[in-house]
């Protein structure tokens, strides 16, 4: 991997077509987005291999940095991939946020195998790294979501990578826009809870909160762990364990955990509303939430 360059191009002074912001970072080099240039034999784009990791810029500044590059580092580790440093990702990031002049945005760090066969093996050109960075997209204060009849599976051979192989994902998001819904909940080949398209999930029934386990075969979400540290600060119990998806819809209360949303809690299931959006443990969660934020930008 290359070293974050010094030179500074001009800063964006917009967005380019996609809505992301206007200056990339791209193997050492901070460039204009249309100018910056990806082989149309990269493995990633070719296969799907590759990881990557979204994280939120707060005041200038990436939010749970270490964990999103200790969680980039066993997505790499597990896939076969060289570990971007740390130091490399964060400077990285910072100077896309500075070329961009973004306060609040949407970081995303994108590692895949470099330029490659038209096939599954690798090549040897060295890997890609590309970080990138757009505003924030709004989210409504909570969410209706609809479970989905494409299963994960827990036994998968990258169940728990961050991959860019995001096809999954995008079929069952489709379904749920369809349908009037904002994410899309999927079950696993067991028939418990599992996870969302972009979120992790957790519920209250008969005041416990439960969140599914690892081994149900949803990704250890950076925010998930987070909320869950918060959980035994402020003595909320919390419970990782299995429930039936058909129970979703049964729940007091729900919501949803991401790097964007952070706590969201759910007021729909299948079209149902929830009895309590929020509720008293969601609410307590969202506010424990905003104050970690408020206080550090590195937990």
């Given amino acids: 991997m290359q070293s974050a360059t010094t030179s500074t191009p001009p800063a964006a002074t917009g967005q380019d077509a996609s809505g992301g912001a206007a200056i990339v970072w791209l193997q050492g080099e901070l460039l204009e987005a249309d100018k910056a240039a990806i082989s149309p034999f990269d493995h990633g784009l070719l296969t799907g291999d590759g990881i990557f990791e979204t994280l939120v810029a707060h005041r200038g500044e990436p939010f749970a940095q270490t964990r999103h590059w200790r969680r980039l580092k066993n997505s790499a580790e597990r896939m076969g991939l060289e570990v971007p440093a740390q130091d490399l990702v964060l400077e990285a990031m910072r100077a896309v946020l500075a070329a961009n002049r973004l306060q609040h945005a949407r970081i995303r760090v994108t590692v895949t195998g470099g330029e490659g066969p038209l096939g599954s093996a690798r090549g040897h050109e060295g890997q890609t790294l590309l970080v990138a960075a757009s505003p924030v997209p709004a989210f409504s204060p909570a969410a209706k ?9 827990e036994r998968a051979a990258l169940v728990g990578v961050k991959t860019v192989s995001y096809g999954e994902n995008v079929v069952a998001l489709y379904h749920a826009k369809q349908a009037g819904a904002d994410e899309a909940i999927f079950g696993n080949l067991a028939g418990n809870l599992c996870e969302g398209t972009g979120t992790n999930i957790f519920i209250v029934r008969d005041g416990q909160l439960i969140t599914p386990p690892l081994a149900a075969g949803c990704l250890a979400g950076v925010t998930r762990g987070i909320v869950i540290d918060l959980c035994r600060e402020i003595g909320v119990d919390v419970q990782e364990i299995d429930t039936p998806l058909a129970d979703l819809t049964t729940v007091d209360e729900a919501f949803l955990s991401s790097t964007l949303r952070d706590v969201q809690p759910i007021e729909a ?22 104050d970690l934020v408020a206080r550090d930008l590195d937990p």
């Fill in 269 to 290: 299931v299948n079209g149902s509303r929830i009895a309590l959006a929020p509720g008293p443990v969601t609410a307590k969660l969202v506010q424990a939430f905003a």
């Fill in 145 to 153: 979501v609809i479970t989905v009849p494409y299963p994960r599976n």
